[in-house]
Protein backbone atom coordinates (compact mmCIF):
# COMPACT_ATOMS: atom_id res chain seq x y z
CA UNK A 1 0.00 0.00 0.00
CA UNK A 2 1.08 3.93 -0.96
CA UNK A 3 -0.66 5.58 2.77
CA UNK A 4 -0.04 8.92 3.03
CA UNK A 5 -0.64 9.95 7.00
CA UNK A 6 -1.56 13.25 8.17
CA UNK A 7 -0.24 13.90 11.75
CA UNK A 8 1.54 15.74 13.97
CA UNK A 9 5.08 13.95 12.96
CA UNK A 10 6.34 15.24 16.66
CA UNK A 11 3.81 12.88 18.32
CA UNK A 12 5.05 9.35 19.66
CA UNK A 13 1.95 8.51 19.17
CA UNK A 14 1.20 8.58 15.63
CA UNK A 15 4.87 7.55 14.90
CA UNK A 16 4.22 4.24 16.94
CA UNK A 17 1.18 3.36 15.00
CA UNK A 18 3.12 4.51 11.28
CA UNK A 19 6.30 2.80 12.05
CA UNK A 20 4.08 -0.36 11.87
CA UNK A 21 3.40 -0.02 8.54
CA UNK A 22 6.83 0.99 7.76
CA UNK A 23 8.28 -2.04 8.67
CA UNK A 24 6.03 -4.19 7.07
CA UNK A 25 7.17 -2.50 3.39
CA UNK A 26 4.16 -0.16 2.60
CA UNK A 27 5.22 3.38 0.81
CA UNK A 28 4.27 5.98 3.59
CA UNK A 29 4.26 9.22 3.15
CA UNK A 30 4.08 12.01 5.55
CA UNK A 31 2.41 15.30 5.94
CA UNK A 32 3.12 17.13 8.80
CA UNK A 33 1.61 20.21 10.75
CA UNK A 34 4.69 20.76 12.55
CA UNK A 35 8.89 20.69 11.65
CA UNK A 36 9.91 17.18 12.95
CA UNK A 37 12.84 14.84 12.63
CA UNK A 38 12.02 11.12 12.94
CA UNK A 39 14.17 8.01 12.64
CA UNK A 40 11.47 6.36 10.54
CA UNK A 41 11.95 6.06 7.05
CA UNK A 42 9.20 8.14 4.82
CA UNK A 43 9.07 8.36 1.00
CA UNK A 44 8.72 11.97 1.45
CA UNK A 45 8.07 14.33 4.49
CA UNK A 46 6.29 17.29 3.66
CA UNK A 47 5.70 20.07 6.71
CA UNK A 48 2.51 22.11 5.83
CA UNK A 49 1.90 24.29 9.34
CA UNK A 50 -1.39 26.14 9.64
CA UNK A 51 -1.16 29.44 11.11
CA UNK A 52 -0.01 29.21 14.64
CA UNK A 53 1.91 26.09 14.78
CA UNK A 54 5.14 27.77 15.80
CA UNK A 55 2.82 28.98 18.77
CA UNK A 56 2.07 25.41 19.60
CA UNK A 57 5.24 23.54 18.81
CA UNK A 58 7.17 25.65 20.97
CA UNK A 59 10.92 24.75 19.74
CA UNK A 60 10.36 25.01 15.78
CA UNK A 61 13.14 27.14 13.82
CA UNK A 62 10.31 29.03 11.95
CA UNK A 63 8.26 29.60 15.27
CA UNK A 64 9.21 33.72 15.55
CA UNK A 65 10.20 35.47 19.01
CA UNK A 66 7.08 36.45 20.21
CA UNK A 67 5.17 32.95 19.47
CA UNK A 68 7.92 31.39 21.88
CA UNK A 69 7.88 33.76 24.79
CA UNK A 70 4.05 33.59 24.20
CA UNK A 71 4.13 29.94 24.54
CA UNK A 72 6.16 30.13 27.51
CA UNK A 73 4.23 32.50 29.51
CA UNK A 74 0.63 31.77 28.36
CA UNK A 75 -1.24 28.59 30.38
CA UNK A 76 -2.62 25.89 28.19
CA UNK A 77 -6.06 27.09 28.21
CA UNK A 78 -5.22 30.17 26.56
CA UNK A 79 -3.12 28.34 24.10
CA UNK A 80 -6.02 26.08 23.52
CA UNK A 81 -8.46 29.15 22.89
CA UNK A 82 -5.72 30.43 20.62
CA UNK A 83 -5.75 27.40 18.62
CA UNK A 84 -9.18 27.90 18.12
CA UNK A 85 -9.95 30.83 17.04
CA UNK A 86 -7.26 31.69 14.92
CA UNK A 87 -6.28 28.03 13.06
CA UNK A 88 -9.18 27.13 11.12
CA UNK A 89 -8.84 30.42 9.09
CA UNK A 90 -5.45 28.78 7.47
CA UNK A 91 -7.48 25.49 6.54
CA UNK A 92 -8.86 26.59 3.44
CA UNK A 93 -5.25 27.62 1.80
CA UNK A 94 -3.39 25.00 3.54
CA UNK A 95 -6.01 22.43 1.93
CA UNK A 96 -5.27 23.62 -1.77
CA UNK A 97 -1.50 22.51 -1.26
CA UNK A 98 -2.70 19.35 0.51
CA UNK A 99 -4.89 18.20 -2.39
CA UNK A 100 -2.23 19.29 -4.84
CA UNK A 101 0.29 16.46 -3.03
CA UNK A 102 -2.35 13.88 -2.93
CA UNK A 103 -2.43 14.28 -6.75
CA UNK A 104 1.18 14.02 -6.93
CA UNK A 105 1.58 11.40 -4.44
CA UNK A 106 -1.62 9.18 -5.57
CA UNK A 107 -1.84 6.71 -2.36
CA UNK A 108 -4.00 4.14 -2.01
CA UNK A 109 -5.73 5.73 1.48
CA UNK A 110 -5.28 9.03 3.43
CA UNK A 111 -5.26 8.76 7.07
CA UNK A 112 -5.53 12.09 9.05
CA UNK A 113 -4.98 11.16 12.61
CA UNK A 114 -6.80 13.47 14.43
CA UNK A 115 -9.87 15.54 13.62
CA UNK A 116 -8.41 19.11 14.59
CA UNK A 117 -6.53 20.42 12.47
CA UNK A 118 -5.27 17.37 10.49
CA UNK A 119 -9.00 15.66 9.53
CA UNK A 120 -10.28 19.26 9.07
CA UNK A 121 -7.71 20.05 6.59
CA UNK A 122 -8.16 17.05 4.89
CA UNK A 123 -11.93 16.98 4.56
CA UNK A 124 -11.33 20.37 3.47
CA UNK A 125 -9.06 19.72 0.54
CA UNK A 126 -11.23 16.84 -0.92
CA UNK A 127 -14.73 18.90 -0.63
CA UNK A 128 -13.23 21.69 -2.51
CA UNK A 129 -11.78 18.61 -5.38
CA UNK A 130 -14.52 16.22 -5.68
CA UNK A 131 -14.75 13.41 -7.09
CA UNK A 132 -12.80 12.15 -4.27
CA UNK A 133 -10.73 8.87 -5.53
CA UNK A 134 -8.55 8.23 -2.83
CA UNK A 135 -10.17 6.52 0.48
CA UNK A 136 -10.29 8.91 3.49
CA UNK A 137 -9.94 7.59 7.10
CA UNK A 138 -9.81 9.75 10.14
CA UNK A 139 -8.98 9.35 13.84
CA UNK A 140 -10.94 10.65 16.92
CA UNK A 141 -8.42 11.11 19.71
CA UNK A 142 -9.59 11.98 22.83
CA UNK A 143 -11.41 14.86 23.22
CA UNK A 144 -11.72 15.77 19.77
CA UNK A 145 -15.54 15.59 20.36
CA UNK A 146 -16.09 16.48 23.94
CA UNK A 147 -13.39 19.67 23.95
CA UNK A 148 -12.78 21.12 20.52
CA UNK A 149 -15.98 20.43 18.47
CA UNK A 150 -18.34 22.46 20.26
CA UNK A 151 -15.81 25.05 21.17
CA UNK A 152 -16.64 27.37 18.14
CA UNK A 153 -19.02 27.64 14.92
CA UNK A 154 -15.75 27.21 12.83
CA UNK A 155 -14.91 23.91 14.70
CA UNK A 156 -17.97 22.53 14.70
CA UNK A 157 -18.63 23.14 10.86
CA UNK A 158 -15.49 21.63 10.45
CA UNK A 159 -16.16 18.76 12.54
CA UNK A 160 -19.33 18.25 10.65
CA UNK A 161 -17.29 18.49 7.00
CA UNK A 162 -14.79 15.78 8.37
CA UNK A 163 -17.35 13.19 9.74
CA UNK A 164 -19.19 14.05 6.54
CA UNK A 165 -16.45 13.52 4.24
CA UNK A 166 -14.56 10.45 5.54
CA UNK A 167 -14.76 6.72 4.43
CA UNK A 168 -13.73 5.41 7.55
CA UNK A 169 -13.42 5.91 11.41
CA UNK A 170 -10.41 5.17 13.53
CA UNK A 171 -11.26 5.95 17.49
CA UNK A 172 -9.69 4.33 20.90
CA UNK A 173 -13.21 4.13 22.88
CA UNK A 174 -16.78 3.16 22.12
CA UNK A 175 -17.99 6.54 23.26
CA UNK A 176 -16.27 8.03 20.61
CA UNK A 177 -18.17 6.22 17.86
CA UNK A 178 -21.49 6.92 19.52
CA UNK A 179 -20.71 10.55 19.49
CA UNK A 180 -19.45 10.36 15.97
CA UNK A 181 -23.12 9.98 14.69
CA UNK A 182 -24.02 13.43 16.17
CA UNK A 183 -20.87 15.07 14.45
CA UNK A 184 -22.48 13.89 10.76
CA UNK A 185 -20.38 9.82 10.77
CA UNK A 186 -23.08 8.01 9.22
CA UNK A 187 -21.71 4.68 11.49
CA UNK A 188 -24.57 2.54 10.27
CA UNK A 189 -23.16 2.30 6.60
CA UNK A 190 -19.35 3.69 6.70
CA UNK A 191 -16.83 1.19 8.49
CA UNK A 192 -15.23 2.36 11.83
CA UNK A 193 -12.78 0.01 14.38
CA UNK A 194 -11.94 0.62 17.84
CA UNK A 195 -8.25 0.37 18.09
CA UNK A 196 -5.75 2.16 20.82
CA UNK A 197 -4.69 5.40 19.74
CA UNK A 198 -0.67 4.34 19.15
CA UNK A 199 -1.70 0.59 17.74
CA UNK A 200 -1.35 -0.82 21.01
CA UNK A 201 1.84 -2.19 23.89
CA UNK A 202 4.59 -3.41 22.68
CA UNK A 203 4.43 -6.34 25.68
CA UNK A 204 8.24 -6.49 25.55
CA UNK A 205 8.86 -3.19 26.66
CA UNK A 206 5.89 -2.64 28.84
CA UNK A 207 5.58 -5.23 31.24
CA UNK A 208 5.60 -5.66 34.93
CA UNK A 209 8.50 -6.17 37.74
CA UNK A 210 8.82 -9.62 39.76
CA UNK A 211 9.20 -7.27 42.58
CA UNK A 212 7.56 -4.88 44.72
CA UNK A 213 7.00 -1.13 43.65
CA UNK A 214 8.99 1.88 45.70
CA UNK A 215 6.16 3.96 47.17
CA UNK A 216 6.20 6.10 44.26
CA UNK A 217 3.05 8.37 42.24
CA UNK A 218 3.31 8.93 38.66
CA UNK A 219 1.64 11.27 36.65
CA UNK A 220 2.34 10.87 32.86
CA UNK A 221 0.02 13.43 31.36
CA UNK A 222 2.17 16.14 31.16
CA UNK A 223 0.23 20.04 30.82
CA UNK A 224 -2.35 20.06 28.81
CA UNK A 225 -5.78 22.59 28.93
CA UNK A 226 -8.14 19.07 29.62
CA UNK A 227 -5.84 17.80 32.44
CA UNK A 228 -6.67 18.67 36.11
CA UNK A 229 -3.13 19.56 37.53
CA UNK A 230 -4.75 21.88 39.84
CA UNK A 231 -6.41 18.95 41.66
CA UNK A 232 -3.41 16.58 41.11
CA UNK A 233 -0.96 18.67 42.96
CA UNK A 234 -3.54 20.02 45.39
CA UNK A 235 -3.98 16.29 46.86
CA UNK A 236 0.07 15.69 47.42
CA UNK A 237 0.08 17.69 50.78
CA UNK A 238 -2.95 15.63 51.53
CA UNK A 239 -1.44 12.35 51.10
CA UNK A 240 1.95 13.49 52.02
CA UNK A 241 0.02 13.64 55.44
CA UNK A 242 -0.86 10.09 55.40
CA UNK A 243 2.17 8.51 53.97
CA UNK A 244 5.06 11.42 54.08
CA UNK A 245 7.37 8.99 52.49
CA UNK A 246 5.96 9.11 49.01
CA UNK A 247 7.53 10.45 45.98
CA UNK A 248 5.69 12.23 43.29
CA UNK A 249 6.96 11.86 39.40
CA UNK A 250 5.11 14.67 37.26
CA UNK A 251 6.70 13.86 33.57
CA UNK A 252 6.75 16.35 31.02
CA UNK A 253 6.56 19.20 33.34
CA UNK A 254 10.12 20.45 34.17
CA UNK A 255 10.86 23.79 33.72
CA UNK A 256 6.99 24.41 33.21
CA UNK A 257 5.88 27.62 35.09
CA UNK A 258 2.50 26.34 36.70
CA UNK A 259 4.03 22.87 38.01
CA UNK A 260 6.72 25.05 39.28
CA UNK A 261 4.55 27.40 41.01
CA UNK A 262 2.55 25.03 42.04
CA UNK A 263 5.12 22.39 43.99
CA UNK A 264 6.81 25.65 45.40
CA UNK A 265 3.11 27.35 46.30
CA UNK A 266 2.14 24.48 48.25
CA UNK A 267 5.64 23.35 49.89
CA UNK A 268 5.86 19.86 48.32
CA UNK A 269 9.14 20.16 46.51
CA UNK A 270 11.12 17.90 48.31
CA UNK A 271 8.70 15.39 47.32
CA UNK A 272 7.68 16.45 44.24
CA UNK A 273 9.99 15.66 40.54
CA UNK A 274 9.23 17.70 37.79
CA UNK A 275 10.51 15.65 35.30
CA UNK A 276 11.30 16.31 31.32
CA UNK A 277 10.28 14.16 28.48
CA UNK A 278 10.95 11.02 28.45
CA UNK A 279 11.73 8.02 25.66
CA UNK A 280 9.85 5.18 25.85
CA UNK A 281 12.25 2.76 27.59
CA UNK A 282 12.72 5.11 30.59
CA UNK A 283 8.87 5.31 30.98
CA UNK A 284 8.64 1.85 30.93
CA UNK A 285 11.23 1.91 33.97
CA UNK A 286 9.50 4.31 35.69
CA UNK A 287 6.34 2.56 35.58
CA UNK A 288 7.94 -0.33 36.78
CA UNK A 289 9.13 0.99 39.93
CA UNK A 290 5.75 3.06 40.70
CA UNK A 291 2.91 1.94 42.84
CA UNK A 292 0.70 4.02 41.40
CA UNK A 293 -0.30 5.87 38.06
CA UNK A 294 -2.44 9.02 37.83
CA UNK A 295 -4.59 10.16 34.88
CA UNK A 296 -6.32 13.66 36.29
CA UNK A 297 -8.13 14.03 33.16
CA UNK A 298 -11.65 15.81 32.97
CA UNK A 299 -11.71 15.19 28.57
CA UNK A 300 -10.18 11.86 27.41
CA UNK A 301 -10.30 8.92 25.00
CA UNK A 302 -8.22 6.11 26.17
CA UNK A 303 -5.14 7.34 27.34
CA UNK A 304 -1.71 5.21 25.70
CA UNK A 305 0.03 6.26 28.79
CA UNK A 306 -2.70 4.41 31.22
CA UNK A 307 -2.46 1.50 29.30
CA UNK A 308 1.49 1.41 29.11
CA UNK A 309 1.10 1.67 33.18
CA UNK A 310 -1.39 -0.83 33.43
CA UNK A 311 1.08 -3.41 31.54
CA UNK A 312 4.02 -2.65 33.66
CA UNK A 313 1.86 -3.57 36.67
CA UNK A 314 1.30 0.08 37.94
CA UNK A 315 -1.88 1.12 39.69
CA UNK A 316 -4.31 3.00 37.75
CA UNK A 317 -6.01 5.81 39.49
CA UNK A 318 -8.04 8.08 36.63
CA UNK A 319 -10.52 10.66 36.49
CA UNK A 320 -14.23 9.04 36.50
CA UNK A 321 -14.99 9.97 32.70
CA UNK A 322 -17.09 7.52 30.08
CA UNK A 323 -13.70 6.19 28.60
CA UNK A 324 -11.79 5.22 31.78
CA UNK A 325 -14.83 2.98 32.75
CA UNK A 326 -14.61 1.28 29.12
CA UNK A 327 -11.03 -0.03 30.92
CA UNK A 328 -11.29 0.30 35.15
CA UNK A 329 -13.62 -1.14 37.16
CA UNK A 330 -13.63 0.79 40.35
CA UNK A 331 -12.23 -1.11 42.88
CA UNK A 332 -11.28 -4.52 40.71
CA UNK A 333 -8.51 -3.22 38.59
CA UNK A 334 -7.90 0.69 39.43
CA UNK A 335 -10.10 3.36 40.99
CA UNK A 336 -11.71 6.59 39.63
CA UNK A 337 -11.61 10.11 41.37
CA UNK A 338 -14.04 13.54 40.39
CA UNK A 339 -11.36 15.30 38.37
CA UNK A 340 -12.37 18.16 40.21
CA UNK A 341 -12.03 17.12 43.84
CA UNK A 342 -8.62 16.88 45.47
CA UNK A 343 -9.48 14.97 48.52
CA UNK A 344 -11.24 12.49 46.47
CA UNK A 345 -8.29 12.01 44.61
CA UNK A 346 -5.98 11.77 47.19
CA UNK A 347 -8.03 9.41 49.13
CA UNK A 348 -7.68 7.26 46.25
CA UNK A 349 -3.89 7.33 45.97
CA UNK A 350 -3.60 6.35 49.72
CA UNK A 351 -6.02 3.68 49.56
CA UNK A 352 -4.25 2.06 46.74
CA UNK A 353 -0.88 2.16 48.51
CA UNK A 354 -2.19 0.88 51.24
CA UNK A 355 -4.03 -1.71 49.68
CA UNK A 356 -1.34 -4.55 48.38
CA UNK A 357 -3.88 -6.97 47.75
CA UNK A 358 -5.71 -4.80 45.76
CA UNK A 359 -2.72 -3.56 43.72
CA UNK A 360 -1.62 -7.76 43.21
CA UNK A 361 -5.41 -8.11 41.93
CA UNK A 362 -5.28 -5.02 39.36
CA UNK A 363 -1.48 -5.96 38.40
CA UNK A 364 -2.80 -9.77 37.14
CA UNK A 365 -5.99 -8.44 35.72
CA UNK A 366 -5.24 -5.32 33.33
CA UNK A 367 -1.68 -7.22 31.74
CA UNK A 368 -4.81 -10.04 30.94
CA UNK A 369 -6.49 -6.52 29.38
CA UNK A 370 -3.76 -5.47 27.75
CA UNK A 371 -2.89 -8.67 26.09
CA UNK A 372 -6.79 -9.53 25.33
CA UNK A 373 -7.40 -5.98 24.07
CA UNK A 374 -4.40 -3.73 23.44
CA UNK A 375 -1.42 -5.93 22.68
CA UNK A 376 0.32 -4.22 19.82
CA UNK A 377 0.99 -6.59 16.77
CA UNK A 378 -2.75 -8.13 17.24
CA UNK A 379 -3.91 -4.59 16.90
CA UNK A 380 -2.02 -3.55 13.83
CA UNK A 381 -2.61 -6.41 12.05
CA UNK A 382 -6.49 -5.52 12.50
CA UNK A 383 -5.19 -2.04 11.37
CA UNK A 384 -4.12 -3.07 8.18
CA UNK A 385 -7.19 -5.33 7.73
CA UNK A 386 -9.27 -2.00 7.51
CA UNK A 387 -6.83 0.04 5.45
CA UNK A 388 -7.03 -2.87 3.03
CA UNK A 389 -11.15 -3.33 3.39
CA UNK A 390 -11.76 0.73 2.87
CA UNK A 391 -9.36 0.44 -0.46
CA UNK A 392 -11.76 -2.50 -1.83
CA UNK A 393 -14.64 -0.56 -0.57
CA UNK A 394 -13.38 2.34 -2.71
CA UNK A 395 -12.36 0.59 -5.96
CA UNK A 396 -15.95 -1.31 -5.82
CA UNK A 397 -18.36 1.66 -5.27
CA UNK A 398 -15.89 4.07 -6.53
CA UNK A 399 -15.84 8.11 -5.75
CA UNK A 400 -18.37 10.24 -3.42
Known sequence: MRILFITDGRSPTALN?????????????????????SE?????????????????????????????????LAPPKLRTWIRHHFVPASIPQAASILYSLIVKVQPDLVHAMRIPYEGMLTAQAFAS????????????????FTLHAPSTKALSSFTKLTLGM???????????QLLSEIWGFDIAHKPAVVLPGAGGIQLDLFYPSAGQPAPVVINPRGIRAYIRNDTFFTSIPLVLEKHPEVKFLCLNMAGQPEAENWVDNLGIRKSTDLLPFQDRGTMA??????????SPSMHDGTPNTLLEAMACGCFPVAGDIATIREWITPGL????????DPKNLADNICLALESSELRAQAKRLNLSLIKERAEYTASMKIAGEFYQHLINLKQLYGPK
Not at 130 to 144: A, E, H, I, T
Request: hydrophobic share 40%; charged share 15%.
Open 285 to 294: DLYRQASVVV
Open 333 to 340: NGLVFNPA
Open 129 to 144: NLPKQVPFLVSVWGND
Open 166 to 176: ADGLHTDCRRD
Open 40 to 72: LDFSTVTILPLRFSGLVGGKQPTANLRYRILLR
Open 17 to 37: WIKYFIHQGHEIHLVTLFPCQ
